[in-house]
């Protein structure tokens, strides 16, 4: 996995990217990072915004998508949505429960699941799908590399909280962008990208995923193609599409009611219908949503 603590030029953080999956450095650090940055070159900021403006220009004259993915309704895919997620943190950095619910749902589509994770924060993700899947794989930054990219033991001593000791759960501490994903003995029917959010490192990550799909079945999932679940990051969704395979590109969607974009194989579902997310969306479903908790 590579690390999102980058710094582009005038030594700006990039307040896309992410270093870990789900995590990142917290917002007010992040904050007080680009306030320092800014006080000594206030045109830091302007490169941030060009280069989601440059994003989005590519994505609509590359790839000829100005709307972005289409969107298919999480009804389509599965019409009788029914699903529990168990643990979830309600902490900051963790993939929203309609995420993990889609995870567990695509997970839950393939009777001999195989998965693979590349970005591990608190473990959430991978934790849920592990009660779904004979195996899953995580490869996530080692904590001799957090430590390199300046994170301090606490964040250490959280990273994997959820998904240590879990039998079926393999993790791998190793850079994604370094690792050799061939080495591993398994290929996978569910695979999710959430690691370091630059346009690079998600172009090398899509180029591995593909490469790692257990058969013409395997689906893949990419965090954050959305600011929110209605706001697409530019930056993400070109690195999608400049990593996928172009006979790939017209099975790539967003989902509804989630920051994920998904690579459905033709022969997964029947996608009959999409439409395009934008702000302000309007309501078609109503979620249903029961709340328990206990210590751990």
């Known amino acids: 996995m590579t690390a999102g603590i980058q710094r582009m030029q005038w030594e700006i953080p990039d307040i896309d990217r992410k270093a870990e999956g789900e995590c990142g450095m917290s917002r007010a650090k992040k904050a007080m990072e680009v306030v320092r940055a800014l006080a000594k070159n206030p045109q830091a900021i302007s490169a941030v915004l060009k280069d989601q403006e440059a994003s989005r220009e590519q994505v609509q004259t590359v790839h000829g998508l100005p709307q972005g993915l289409p969107t298919v309704d999480l009804l389509d895919l599965f019409p009788t949505f029914n699903v529990t997620v168990d643990p979830y943190s309600f902490l900051e950095g963790t993939a929203t429960v309609p995420d993990i619910a889609l995870l567990i749902a695509l997970a839950q589509s393939h009777p001999d699941c195989h998965y693979l994770e590349i970005g591990t924060w608190r473990g959430e993700s991978v934790a849920n799908v592990a009660r779904h899947a004979v195996e899953c794989v995580s490869v996530s930054l080692s904590d001799a590399e957090l430590r390199q990219f300046g994170f301090d033991e606490a964040f250490i001593q959280i990273h994997q909280i959820y998904s240590r000791g879990l039998p079926n759960v393999q993790h791998i501490g190793a850079n994604s962008s370094t690792f050799d994903f061939e080495a591993l003995p398994s290929r996978f029917d569910l695979i999710f990208v959430d690691g370091d959010h630059s346009y690079e490192a998600i172009r090398g990550d899509t180029k591995t995923a593909f490469a790692m799909r257990r058969n013409e079945r395997s689906v893949i999932v990419w965090h954050d193609y959305g600011h929110t679940t209605e706001r697409i990051r530019w930056n ?21 009611n989630t920051l994920c974009a ?28 029961t709340l328990s908790a206990e210590s751990m």
């Open 262 to 289: 998904v690579y459905l194989p033709p022969d997964f579902k029947t996608v009959n219908q999409t439409t395009y997310t934008s702000f302000p969306a309007w309501p078609n479903k109503r979620f249903r949503v």
């Open 236 to 256: 993400t969704l070109a690195g999608i599409l400049d990593g996928c395979p172009p006979e790939a590109r017209p099975h790539l969607y967003h989902v509804s």
